[in-house]
């Protein structure tokens, strides 16, 4: 079973930079995609970029030009490099891997496709301040 753990997370002014990471350990699919996502209470949980194993990535709109998905070369350890952060970017912010069969890298992060298929970390605090 896969077993995620953020951190990283912490509290920076509009404009300063971030870097996420996430462990992984225990047994990872042989053909899967790694991603973040990141949620503000009361309101979804939302996709913000994803990565496969082929390192072809994806991102949310928002965050295109300032974020950067990656992943070392053991594939043991998710990043997520964050600049020019702005005070909507503040959330809880989570890892998740999941088989590349049961969803494409947008299906899951956009649509809610294969999300039954998700290991989830538990998360790491972001706070932009204006």
């Known amino acids: 079973q896969v077993r995620l753990v953020e951190s990283g997370g912490d509290s920076v002014p509009a404009g300063g930079s971030l870097r996420l990471s996430c462990e992984v350990a225990?047994?990872?699919?042989?053909?899967?995609?790694m991603g973040w996502f990141r949620q503000v209470p009361g309101l979804e949980r939302e996709g913000v970029a994803a990565?496969?194993?082929?390192?072809?990535?994806t991102y949310a709109d928002s965050v295109k030009g300032r974020f950067t998905i990656s992943q070392d070369n053991a594939k043991t350890t998710l990043y997520l490099q964050m600049n020019n952060l702005k005070p909507e970017d503040t959330a809880m912010y989570y890892c998740?891997?999941?088989?590349?069969?049961?969803?494409?890298?947008?299906?899951?992060?956009?649509?809610?496709?294969?999300?039954?298929?998700?290991?989830w970390g538990q998360g790491t605090q972001v706070t932009v301040s204006s």
């Open positions: 998740v891997a999941w088989p590349r069969d049961m969803a494409s890298m947008s299906g899951f992060l956009f649509r809610n496709e294969g999300r039954l298929w998700g290991s």
């Open positions: 225990g047994h990872t699919y042989s053909n899967y995609c």
């Open positions: 990565i496969g194993s082929d390192g072809d990535a």
